[in-house]
């Protein structure tokens, strides 16, 4: 068990000299002169520590979306059923949230909607049914436009549609 701890360890450090080697390496051949090896290990350990320091993993893991408002739901909800191939979308579930500062211009936001598929006919008889069949999720740009949150039907791309049993 040791023993294969050790290998394990001993191809790590070979990869890692290596890759070192080759950043050198190509450093030089791209500037035309000698590396600074303490600068370039200085960079690389500050960008590892940046990507994993708590300031920025607690904004990715921890932050809830924002929910927004919308002024042009039923315009949204016409363009998401016309993309998603569904029979008609609920537009007063249509539920609109951002991760981004909802103070800026535009907003990259995610929405998601109930949709329906067509009356069930069965020996004759159409039968409808209020229960929503699918949940759509899309992604679009909102922007403020006229005094209220719009989002651009043009940017609207449907994400996934998935069924509900």
């Known amino acids: 068990m040791a023993n294969k701890v ?16 080759g950043l050198f390496g190509s450093y030089t051949i791209v500037t035309a002169e000698a590396p600074n090896i303490q600068g370039l290990i200085d960079m690389q350990v500050s960008k ?4 994993f320091s708590p300031e920025n993993v607690n904004q990715v893991l921890i932050k809830d979306p924002t929910p927004l408002t919308i002024s042009n739901k039923k315009d949204i909800a016409l363009q ?6 569904v029979d008609g979308v609920n537009y007063e579930s249509i539920n609109v949230t951002t991760y ?9 936001v995610t929405i998601q909607a109930l949709g329906y598929e067509s009356p069930n006919s069965t020996s004759g008889q ?30 609207v791309t449907i994400n996934s549609v998935l069924k509900l049993y």
């Not at 998401?80 to 191939?85: A, K, R, T, Y």
């Not at 999720?137 to 043009?154: P, T």
Request: glycine share 8%.
């Open 6 to 21: 050790v290998r394990i360890i001993l191809i790590i450090v070979l990869f890692i000299v290596f890759f070192e080697l």
């Open 48 to 51: 590892i520590t940046g990507i």
């Open 80 to 85: 998401m059923e016309e993309l998603s191939n």
């Open 100 to 108: 981004e500062d909802p103070e800026n211009s535009e907003l990259n």
């Open 126 to 155: 159409i039968v409808i049914s209020q229960v929503p069949s699918y949940k759509i999720i899309a992604n679009g740009v909102a922007s403020y436009k006229g005094g209220g949150l719009m989002v651009d039907k043009d940017t």
